[in-house]
């Protein structure tokens, strides 16, 4: 039900870095629940970049971001950001945030049933 808009997308050369930002919009909070990044660029499937739990003590990341991706929260803000760094030509893609996880793998887009818009990211060579 919680409401997600994401932000901080734009176009940087290779080797720069960006910061995303998801903010829940509206009513609900997910300050309680974990939250994931995605991405998806055109012709593939969305695929999972990282997640982190509500106490923000747990995270997780895809091994094609690991040490170069890091994941936090604000839960008294509800927002989540996803600073990264070193970016890849293959890391161009639109990035969205997921949350109200129903349970099942971690990285299963499927398994989410909040979303937001979506920022998109471009990262030239």
Request: with cysteine.
């Amino acid at each position: 039900q919680v409401q997600l808009v994401e932000s901080g997308g734009g176009l940087v050369q290779a080797g720069g870095s960006l910061r995303l930002s998801c903010a829940a919009s509206g009513r609900a909070s997910f300050s309680f629940q974990p939250v994931a990044w995605f991405r998806q660029s055109p012709g593939k499937e969305r695929e999972f970049v990282a997640r982190i739990t509500w106490s923000g003590g747990t995270t997780e990341y895809a091994d094609s971001v690991k040490g170069r991706f890091t994941i936090s929260r604000d839960n008294a803000k509800n927002t989540v950001d996803l600073q990264m760094i070193s970016l890849k030509p293959e890391d161009t893609a639109v990035y969205y945030c997921a949350a109200a996880w129903r349970g099942g793998a971690w990285s299963n887009s499927r398994n989410y049933a909040s979303w937001g818009q979506g920022t998109q990211v471009t990262v030239s060579s």
